[in-house]
């Protein structure tokens, strides 16, 4: 029987999500009583890792850890006490969880684990990086351009000109993001100037790499993907929403958000779809899964990648578990076949 160490929460913004995921997955894994043992391992948002006890306290009320600050040393010796496993399964999302940290210490600890590694993860994770290397793998996208946080805070007329050269090159509207947080933390559109002001100050709070996007009139639709060096894509999916954009609030909300699974498109367009997400999928190394989000533009019949997810989300609303139900594998098979996918790459 192999002990799957499930490993959630962390340092980051995504939390409560982190959590949420867990939960779905400890559940997959229980299906499997004769396979494995499910050791739970939580990250308190100061870093701290907390006893089995205590992780499994909060997998099971679904609510975070209300703590102060604890210096470094306590969290040195906390790692010291880590119950030993076969195998790791991050459910860790953003910072320090889906951007090559958490991969490399996993790696360290020379023990298998679920997903990609730091390279993937942490090129995955910084949306500029990524970009990059989409374009370098000759992958269609929105035009961009990338900004730094000393660009934003800077005097008056460094800052004017960076609008302006916005405005000239990607015009309005445009979305700004800080490079490096996940599930739409700290996006913003911005129709006119006073609101690209704001939004890349609010970005610069969060990250000192900003990404800012040119829209588009399109479809979003998701492909996931599953395997290691053979990788497999998920039919498509598509996301309907009646906000301005898919933001946080409208991806965690229940009923905020429509899941069309399969996506009607012409079957064409959903095979090219499928061959651009495992394409993007070994353009950055990745391994285990992904989750790989498109614009469609529908009047052009273009399709633009738009990101790639490393580590996607398991929680109820989320398209990368259900993607794979209908495309012939439940939830408890899926966690098996990763874990299984993750013992092969060792």
Sequence with gaps: MQKVGLLFGGCSGEHEVSIRSAQAIARGLA??????????????????WCDRAVAEQVLLSGQPLAVENIPASDLVASLAA??????????????NGEDGTIQGLLKLLQVPFVGSGVLAAAVGMDKIAMKTAFAQAGLPQVNYLAVGRSQ??????????????IESQLG????????????????????????????????ASYDRRIIVEAGVIAREVECAILGNDQPRASVIGEITYSSDFYDYETKYTEGLAG?????????????????????????????????????????????????????????????????????GIP????????VQFALERG
């Excluded at 880590?82 to 910072?95: Q, S």
């Excluded at 934003?152 to 050269?165: E, I």
């Design 31 to 48: 299906s499997h009583p004769e396979k494995y043992t499910v050791i739970p391992h939580y990250i308190q948002k100061n870093g701290l």
């Design 82 to 95: 880590i119950t030993p496993v076969d195998v790791w399964f991050p459910a860790l999302h953003g910072p």
């Design 152 to 165: 934003v805070w800077s005097n008056p007329c460094v800052f004017s000109r960076l609008c302006d050269q």
């Design 172 to 203: 309005y509207p445009c979305f700004v993001k800080p490079a490096n947080l996940g599930s739409s933390v700290g996006i913003s559109k911005a129709r006119d100037r006073r609101q690209l002001e704001a939004s890349l100050d609010s970005a």
């Design 259 to 327: 899941l069309v699974i399969p996506a009607r498109l012409p079957e064409a367009i959903a095979s090219q779809i499928q061959e651009m997400a495992i394409q993007a999928f070994r353009a950055i190394d990745c391994a285990g899964l992904a989750r790989v989000d498109f614009f469609y533009i529908e009047a052009t019949g273009e399709i633009l990648v738009n990101e790639i997810n490393t580590l996607p989300g398991f929680t109820s609303t989320s398209m990368y578990p259900m993607l794979w139900e209908h495309s």
């Design 331 to 338: 939830f408890s098979g899926l966690v098996d076949q990763l």
